[in-house]
């Protein structure tokens, strides 16, 4: 019975990753999502694994369409931030990353309301060590505001459970409806997780202080989570569709004024989202799969735009708007990459975003919502405006920040997508010797004999400037 | 360092970032031109007018600047305002604060 369960290859990977090093970390780490995708591709819909446990009848597993679709972008989304932070030498963010993927996993193949209440909260004890990780005071403090919202929204799951089961309904979790006894407690604890209107603090408080690895996980789960649980249980809920206009609207005028890039994004997800709760608020069925179709780009694209964020990050130390610019001419790789996640996010023609968004708008239109229309129109002009030009601009073009007078430094994206073995490029103060002396333990499991020659070319025909008088094993470590 | 000082990157050049802005000029005159040309198939009689999305989509981010930059005026806070270090600070974690 358990073998078929979605979320065990990546829970368990969660806990052999934190019993390995080295190679073998990162293989476990990257077969973990694989399997679990293949796992996932097993499954028949219509399967239901159910059995009975102190008097309640538990469904684990309940296969179906949507919970299918999710089930292929939580690994998805896993394994694209597994290959992102490959280069991290963080036990506890690897362990927390792979099992708040199980979490999100297990949470949306669960067929009852127990089950969910479980994985619920275990993505909100997961995901906060991704917080926490950044280990300053700032992300302490953060991570435990994160905690309570999380938890409590947990509690308020069970509380909304046991009312609506007690009330004779089961714990199986299909529609629910706000007029089934405990509806009101189940539609608010999705709605925290979902960040609805003044709901939403944890989210723009939380993600922009996660580590720049945290911050593409905790974008991928949490919310799409929600996202799927509100399409499960509230479809077609009018409700929805003011308050999902009002997140695409009221987060596109703080996104505007913060300089904080990562927390742009983040006023940008409750914004994407807005989309996603007025498609399945509206509920018809183009309404409902552009809401999925919608979730499913969210994640690869503000992925995407979380990533080169978070190059930008590791590579400068510095997240504010003001103080970047120009980095294009350092990072050409990133600043392209960054660019066609912005047209995505602003529906642009050809990108996914345009598909997705352009179905739950024509929903709005087909229904009659006219100043709903209206509303997603406008909200879509200033998710342009903020993600789609603020962010690639401030942080690749205005101005030439000190970043790029600083020593040259190759691309994030290039160290990357080369499988690059230095922990962290050395900020513009510090010595290189040092940098690099520790990087040579990683050299020599991932350094083969052809990429090194080949790197030792690039590296010196692009950044002739490279200390060459260090000591041997430094030397051996970069191949010169 | 002294080579990346010479290097004159695509936009040092005031030439190309001229040239970028007629290439998005004439892209939207272009696509609005296309309004009078292309059959669309409309949902509501407002998406039927001339330029409609291309106004609409203007006057939106004007709009929503214009309205952020009063907003700036009652929310701006300084960094410190609640007596926390800079946001980003910090060395990324999982990194090597010493390197």
Redesign the interface.
């Known amino acids: 019975m358990l073998e078929s369960w979605p979320a065990l290859p990546l829970l368990i990977g969660a806990v052999l990753v934190a019993f390995s090093r080295g190679p073998v970390r990162a293989l476990v780490m990257l077969a973990a999502p694989l399997a679990g995708a293949w796992g996932v591709y097993q499954l028949e819909p219509g399967t239901v694994i159910e059995f009975q446990m102190m008097g309640l009848q538990l469904t684990p597993v309940r296969v179906d369409a949507l919970s299918i679709l999710f089930g292929y972008l939580f690994h998805l989304a896993a394994f694209i931030g597994v290959i992102y932070s490959l280069h991290l030498k963080d036990p506890m963010q690897d362990v927390a990353a792979l099992a708040y993927a199980g979490s999100a996993v297990g949470a949306v193949f669960a067929g009852d309301l127990l089950t969910l209440f479980v994985f619920w909260e275990l993505l909100a004890v997961t995901s906060v060590f991704l917080v926490l990780a950044r280990r300053s005071e700032r992300s302490l403090a953060t991570g435990m505001r994160y905690l309570v919202m999380q938890v409590g929204s947990g509690v308020l799951l069970l509380a909304g459970a046991i009312w609506y089961a007690s009330a004779g309904n089961g714990l199986g979790f299909d529609y629910i409806g706000l007029d089934a006894p405990g509806g009101w407690l189940i539609f608010l604890a999705f709605g925290i997780k979902a960040a609805f209107p003044l709901l939403h603090g944890w989210l723009t408080d939380a993600y922009p202080e996660a580590t720049p690895t945290g911050t593409v996980f905790l974008t991928g789960f949490t919310t799409k989570v929600a996202i799927y649980s509100l399409a499960r249980g509230f479809p077609g809920t009018e409700l929805l569709v003011p308050i999902g206009t009002l997140m695409t609207c009221f987060p596109i005028f703080f996104a505007v004024i913060e300089n904080d890039l990562r927390r742009v994004l983040a006023y940008s997800m409750i914004n994407q989202l807005g989309f996603m709760v007025v498609g399945i608020g509206i509920g018809t069925q183009l309404a409902l799969n552009g809401a999925v179709a919608h979730a499913f780009n969210d994640v690869i694209f503000k992925g995407l735009l979380m990533m080169s964020m978070g190059a930008v990050l590791h590579v400068t130390g510095e997240m504010r708007g003001s103080e970047l610019g120009g980095l294009y001419k350092k990072m050409p790789k990133t600043a392209i990459l960054c660019m066609v996640g912005a047209a995505s996010i602003s529906a642009f023609p050809l990108f996914s975003g345009f598909v997705s968004k352009s179905m739950v708008v024509a929903a709005a239109i087909q229904e009659g919502h006219t100043v709903v229309w209206l509303a997603l129109l406008f909200a879509s002009a200033g998710v342009f405006h903020h993600a789609g030009i603020k962010i690639p601009f401030f942080a690749f073009f205005a101005h030439d920040s000190r970043h790029v007078a600083s020593p040259s430094m190759p691309p994030t994206c290039w160290r990357r997508c080369s499988f690059w073995p230095c922990r962290r490029w050395p900020s513009p103060g510090s010595s290189w010797p040092t940098s690099i002396r520790r990087s040579s333990s990683q050299c020599t499991w991932m350094w083969t004999g052809c990429i090194a020659a080949w790197h030792r070319k690039r590296c010196a025909r692009r950044w002739p400037g490279l200390p060459r008088s260090t000591k041997p094993c430094a030397r051996r470590a970069w191949g010169w | 360092?002294?080579?990346?000082?010479q290097k004159t990157?695509?936009?040092d050049n005031p030439r190309n970032v001229r040239r970028v802005v007629v290439a998005l000029v004439a892209a939207c005159v272009i696509l609005a031109g296309l309004d009078l040309v292309v059959h669309r198939h409309v949902?509501?009689p407002w998406e039927a007018m001339f330029g409609f999305?291309a106004v609409?989509?203007f006057v939106?981010?004007v709009l929503?600047?214009l309205?952020?930059?009063e907003?700036?005026k009652l929310?701006?806070r300084k960094e410190d305002y609640y007596d926390?270090?800079?946001?980003?600070?910090?060395?990324?974690?999982?990194?090597?604060p010493?390197?």
Request: glycine share 8%.
């Open positions: 360092m002294s080579d990346d000082k990157y695509l936009f949902s509501h999305y609409y989509g939106a981010c929503l600047v309205l952020a930059k907003m700036r929310l701006i926390e270090a800079p946001p980003t600070d910090n060395p990324p974690s999982g990194e090597d010493g390197a």
